[in-house]
């Protein structure tokens, strides 16, 4: 059983950086996949970014890749993603994600446990 936690969002302005972190439960954190999946007012949540078990392989949907970054600190049981250059259309809930298996994905049902969210607002 995984426990996760989201923090960080808030509101900026469009251009600047925010850090998101999600602290894990469980003594096994370092065998999750983890990934990071938003969802903004009236749309289906989709996926932003995940990361591998050692950290050393991570994959971004098109529209955040080079501005977005995601790390884990194994150690600290925490997943972060660091967020640069924000766009108002990066305005979303944003929930972190473990899957217990070591394929990175970006199908949502393929996570075992979630967080509740956190929200990111970007004004213009």
């Known amino acids: 059983q995984v426990h996760l936690v989201e923090s960080g969002g808030g509101l900026v302005q469009a251009g600047g950086s925010l850090r998101l972190s999600c602290a894990a439960s469980?003594?096994?954190?370092?065998?999750?996949?983890m990934g990071w999946f938003r969802q903004a007012p009236g749309k289906e949540r989709e996926f932003v970014a995940a990361?591998?078990?050692?950290?050393?392989?991570?994959s971004y949907r098109d529209s955040v890749r080079g501005r977005f970054t995601i790390s884990r600190d194994n150690a600290e049981n925490t997943v972060y993603l660091q967020m640069n250059s924000l766009k108002p259309e990066d305005t979303a809930v944003y929930f972190c994600a473990a899957r217990g298996y070591p394929t990175l994905t970006s199908q949502g049902h393929e996570y075992d446990y979630w967080g509740q969210g956190t929200q990111v607002t970007v004004s213009s």
């Open positions: 469980g003594r096994t954190f370092s065998r999750y996949v």
């Open positions: 990361i591998s078990w050692s950290g050393s392989t991570a």
